[in-house]
């Protein structure tokens, strides 16, 4: 009897070492998946952010019009991506400083290893405005590039 409780003591006298690295191995595959869903979840967060940024700036520029009317429905609002306002007047200097903040605010375009600023732009058509505001944001499906995004809002100012 007693040799036969001797090999028994001796097959099991590893099993534990073994239980241990198993539950090791488990355990930092685990931690690998809540690093990643961090990861995701603050690039998320991120893309959240920019958008609500473009939002506050698309109504800044709205909210300028407003407080400048007769300005706005004359077209000197009006600008395209790209485009300068011209200082001078209180339309140029309100584009001039939507422009900036923008640029301040919202990531760069890469444009084929070329960066842009975020950039605005402001369309009319009769008493519609259209106010477009684009930048960029990091690409899940391409690693290390930027996407193009865009925000569009559309206003209406009455006479």
């Excluded at 952010?49 to 077209?75: E, H, V």
């Excluded at 605010?105 to 070329?114: Q, S, Y």
């Amino acid at each position: 009897m007693t040799t036969l409780r001797k090999s028994q003591g001796r097959r099991t006298r590893g099993f534990t070492l073994i239980e241990a690295l198993v539950a090791l191995l488990v355990l930092s595959i685990g931690l690998l998946g809540v690093a990643a869903l961090q990861l995701t979840s603050l690039r998320s967060n991120h893309g959240s952010a920019m958008r609500s940024q473009a939002t506050f700036l698309a109504y800044d520029i709205i909210d300028r019009m407003r407080a400048n009317r007769a300005a706005a429905l004359a077209g000197n609002y009006n600008i395209a991506l790209g485009a300068f306002g011209t200082s001078g007047t209180v339309a140029g200097n309100d584009l001039i400083a939507w422009k900036q903040n923008i640029a301040r605010t919202l990531p760069a375009i890469d444009n084929a290893g070329t960066p842009q600023v975020a950039d605005g732009s402001v369309t009319q058509t009769g008493n519609i405005f259209r106010v477009t505001i684009r930048w960029s944001d990091w690409d899940d499906a391409t690693a290390g590039a930027r996407t193009a995004l865009q925000f569009s809002m559309d206003t209406q100012l009455l006479n």
